[in-house]
């Protein structure tokens, strides 16, 4: 299988750390958004495989090698595009999420895919992370009974970010760029559908960022009478332990479930008092994408769901925008 | 200081834990709702002082004892009647929260405050423990710098509750009663003022309590752009080892302030990594209360607030309730 990589602005890390274990190799690297600059990434891709190719233009790139795969990691505001040009040759796509940055761009790519044939999987990397997947299991496994409640969070430290950051038409906002992740938890912990979302964000206090929302909130319903929401910051001080505090809490019937500092904690009737779980080894999202790629097995980040959560992104934003309610289905 | 109680249903172990150090006493007790039964509660009073009276009509006892204070705490259907009898003959009142269960009402009883010349409290008693005082007081001292973005948690047990919790009308909503607290820390550590709400609640899994919600999420638009979320459940296991899960994230421009477990943590630049505060000791809520009513002080918990959180947490069922965003000014 070959892999084209497409910009060096995403989480390429994903790729890079499984390639070696999949039966593919990277043949060539290109950017995807004006300014780009590959030059490292085309340094480690080419200590892996010193074959590989570095482009320009990323079409003239699909064009020459013909890849399997098209790993599209470019400015995200351009990923809609370069997605919709890997889909029209009939790649298969992993992309940066989210998919799109706007809902008539996302739309866009939808129509591209269905036609293609082909799988795409939005990196939705953190439900492989072992106490994301471990706690997902377990909750699907019903031990807190029927889901009832969610609480998400993503606490980001914001350092000095690049400036396409700054600019909301090519980094597409802090809810679909960072938000996304806590907003796919509540879809795949829940199990269900989107029925309205309330949000809220601010860019006040953003270290000379432009645009870049440094605070948000959306409160989603969903179908059943479940109910989430989701905080996101990016004022995590400097120091801090970790980069990131991604959170999940779960309230079920039966019990609660909590993802927090790395680790997941259930409390229900079977234990005394609350029980850290063995965590689950993860296995690695990029694996996963092209072992489904090689028709041996499904991974965990559908097309549908990427489409579906990046959908709920977008609606979010407007909500946020707009400073109204939105329903699913209605406006959009 | 004479001291009436009506009512024995909500937190008057807030009064009865704090009244020998108050230089008053509990003279009488009545119910204050139909079928509320006082008899334990008065076995504790006569315990405390063997001159108390019990009565059958609270206000024959109000007419009687010509108390300096009323303490109510009876069905929260019934909270806001019985205050404004209290407050209609000079009567200082320390209420179980919500102050009322209707807008109407709560009007009402701020009519029969500014005329009477009184003090008035709702029982925000959590803003006096250990913990919150503690972060509240850090918070303010700035610590965090500005505040951003709260979350904030109320997680009960559900046990099998008495009968009036079952019914809108006697109980209120699990949004004025559980979720109010949380409403009145957002309020409080923010300093700022509510702009909108977006609110969802359900009683599907409630265990054959009526109309009682058990799940809900609340999320505030507040001045200065700061953004605030609330959620609810009763659905802690009965084996939890407390009986609620108190909890609340005040994210800051300079850093993070977590109160959970019942401690407070710290993360901002004084500290290598989340510092946990030396709580100190709280003062008693009703101690405070009477500090007041004497003029010997001022209570963490002013009249204004009590009205305003009330109205907060009545406009967040009324937007659960409708499932439409409230503006607060427009909407109530």
Redesign the interface.
Known sequence: MRVCVIGSTGHVGYVLKDIGKTEASIVGVAPGSQGEDVRALYAEVRALNSQAKAFADYRQMLDELKPDVAVVTCHFGDLASVTIEALQRQIHVFSEKPIATTLSALDDVQKAYSKAGVHLAAMFGIRYEPCFLTAWDAVRNGVIG?V??L?A?K?YKLGQRPDFFKDRKTYGGTIPWVGIHAIDWVHWFSGEQFL?V?????S??NRNHGELE??????F?LT??????V?I?Y???????SHGDDRV?V??????MEVRGGNAYL???D????HGLSLRSGRGIFSDFMAQVRGEGECLVSAEDSFYVTKAALLARLSADE???IRFGHDG
Chains 1, 2 share one sequence.
Do not use: K, M, W, Y
């Open positions: 029927q009832r409640l609480t969070q606490s309205s309330f949000a809220a964000h601010s006040l206090h440094v605070t948000a909130n959306c409160q319903n059943n009478q479940v109910i989430a929401s905080n910051d004022l995590r001080p400097e120091n801090a332990p809490r309230v079920g019937t039966e019990g609660i409390l229900n009737a234990n005394d008092g609350i400073g109204r309610s």
